[in-house]
């Protein structure tokens, strides 16, 4: 796509089924997740294009929504904060308080509430009609967040234990492996401080990246197929899009609960004593 | 076209390698988002959270207090009454007491009286047989002095000898009805 400025749409509009124009030809795959910038050039050092606009965009939402329901807010809540609340306080018991608990718990609440709305919030661009793509298919966004897990969690493990005892809690220390301690040490800390961060990153952005391929793939191929006796694939394939668009919409939430979920169980791997 | 393109010009990125620009602009939005919530949003609402609590746990002791005088005045109540029955049995109690002395009494009393009734008719009985038997005898005396002077023609006028006669007479006759007896 990015080949072609003129192209708007994420396939060619007039290739159909028996056409003489192969599915090859519009199949959704790696390019689909590639944008002409709106501004500046993709080579360029700095460009904008539309995941970068659909990031601060919702942002924008996210802010507006909380500030029109927290920034006054009432000890008797209105429809809009009741609402707001209700997500507010699902982060806050139904995450963090579970897994940190209520003292050690409160001073993440901040970082964990905003991740998940981030999250969710950038998940769920992917099916808004027009905007239609998710921004955590593009892995920056979801390395950005890892990056700030991974930077939190690797200090408040240094804070809490000094630098031997960081050390014994990244590799694992247990004198009782005997013989096999210095292989368990190397493998546990090649999996905590790299394995890890690169698998919450790719986790959440492998999901919305293989998500919208599905979409893509059935949203194309409903109208690649709608000529001649195509039309009834063309149908098989557009109750497929509707069906995914649902399943999309709740695999959106999810990955914001995991990511989320996640991080605050690096956090209290972090916060815990070493044994 | 796309793939073929792709493919031509090389342009098939690796998309798990991070471009710089996007890294950027997305560390921009969330530190916008955590920015607002943490700064003023969520202490926001933190803070009326703590006010609806205080406010609801006020609530909650206000009714409870309540709920404990409303129990103290039940119980109270209770007592009261459990008392007044226990006065009124106790009442009913005195008054069948009293009411058992009365009747007995009563039935003393008329037992009493009935004695004496009965005493006084045996007295009277008594006097008036005595009354009888002394009439009796004189009469009887009388008629047999005057049927004897009139069979010995002798009057037998004269007192004391009459009356001598007249009780040996009688005695013989109760000698004889003591001995028929």
């Known amino acids: 796509m990015s080949a072609d400025p003129t192209q708007v749409l994420a396939f060619e509009t007039d290739c159909h089924i028996f056409d003489g124009c192969g599915f090859a030809d519009v199949a959704p795959g790696l390019h689909s997740f590639l944008f002409e910038p709106l501004l500046g050039h993709q080579d360029d050092a700095v460009y904008f294009n539309k995941t970068m606009l659909l990031a601060l965009l919702g942002s924008i939402i996210i802010v507006g929504f909380f500030w029109a329901a927290f920034a006054k807010p009432k000890v008797v809540p209105g429809k809009l904060q009741m609402v707001a609340e209700a997500g507010y306080d699902f982060v806050r018991r139904g995450v963090v308080y579970e897994t940190l608990g209520k003292k050690e718990g409160e001073k993440y609440v901040p970082l964990i509430v905003s991740l998940f709305f981030f999250v969710w919030i950038m998940n769920v661009w992917s099916i808004i009609p027009i905007a239609q793509f998710p921004v955590t298919a593009i892995i920056s966004y979801p390395a950005v967040l890892a990056g700030i897990v991974y930077v939190l969690w690797v200090s408040l493990t240094f804070k809490r234990h000094g630098f031997v005892g960081a050390f014994k809690n990244f590799t694992g220390y247990d004198k009782s492996l005997g013989g096999v301690l210095p292989l368990s040490m190397t493998i546990e800390l090649f999996s905590n401080l790299i394995v890890r961060p690169f698998t919450h990153a790719v986790r959440l952005f492998a999901n919305m990246f293989a998500g919208h391929t599905l979409l893509l793939l059935f949203t194309i191929a409903t109208w690649y197929m709608l000529n001649g006796i195509g039309i009834a694939y063309s149908a098989v394939s557009f109750t497929m899009v509707l069906v995914m668009t649902a399943f999309e919409l709740f695999i959106q939430a999810v990955q914001a609960y995991v990511f989320v979920l996640l991080t605050c169980s690096f956090i209290q791997g972090a916060l815990a004593e070493h044994h | ?181």
């Not at chain 2, 926001?44 to 959270?49: G, M, P, Q």
């Not at chain 2, 309540?66 to 007592?79: M, N, R």
């Not at chain 2, 009293?98 to 007295?123: F, N």
Request: charged share 30%; net charge negative; hydrophobic share 45%.
């Open chain 2, 1 to 181: 076209m796309s793939l073929v393109n792709l493919a031509a010009g090389g342009e098939a990125e690796n998309p798990l390698i991070p471009p710089i620009p996007e890294l950027v602009i997305g560390l921009i939005a969330f530190v916008i988002v955590f920015g607002f919530l943490a700064k003023k949003l969520l202490p926001n609402i933190n803070k009326v959270l703590e006010e609806r609590r205080e406010a609801i746990e006020g609530g909650i002791e206000k009714a409870e207090a309540a709920q404990t005088e409303a129990q103290s005045v039940l119980e109270q109540y209770k007592a009261q009454l459990a008392e007044a029955r226990h006065e009124a049995a106790r009442l009913r109690q005195e008054a069948q007491e009293q009411g058992a002395a009365l009747i007995a009494e009563m039935r003393a009393e008329g037992q009493r009286q009935r004695e004496e009734i009965v005493a006084a008719g045996h007295a009277q009985i008594e006097a008036d047989r005595k009354a009888a038997a002394s009439a009796l005898r004189q009469d009887v005396g009388k008629l047999a002095t005057d049927l004897a002077g009139k069979l010995v023609g002798e009057s037998l006028e004269d007192h004391a000898r009459q009356s001598r006669v007249i009780d040996r007479f009688l005695d013989d006759l109760e000698e004889k009805a003591e001995a028929t007896r």
